[in-house]
């Protein structure tokens, strides 16, 4: 019986086995302007829930 593996399977497989970190990491150098995305987006967020909140005491 022959086992036959994928190139995908062994590139994955090696991935796994790779303890090396060589890993490219993106630099973060703009930290306030990702604090400010994210804090807009939870403000948005905040708002539709007190909108949602307010119909549902109107109703």
């Known amino acids: 019986m022959e086992i036959k593996f994928s190139k995908s399977f ?3 497989f090696a991935r796994v086995l790779d303890l090396s970190g060589t890993k ?3 630099r973060l150098d703009n ?3 990702d604090y400010e995305a994210i ?3 939870w403000e948005n967020v905040g708002r539709t829930f007190r909108k949602e909140a307010g ?3 109107r109703s």
């Open 39 to 41: 804090r807009g987006d």
């Open 55 to 57: 119909s549902l005491k």
């Open 24 to 26: 490219d990491w993106p």
């Open 31 to 33: 930290r306030r302007a």
């Open 10 to 12: 062994i590139h994955g």
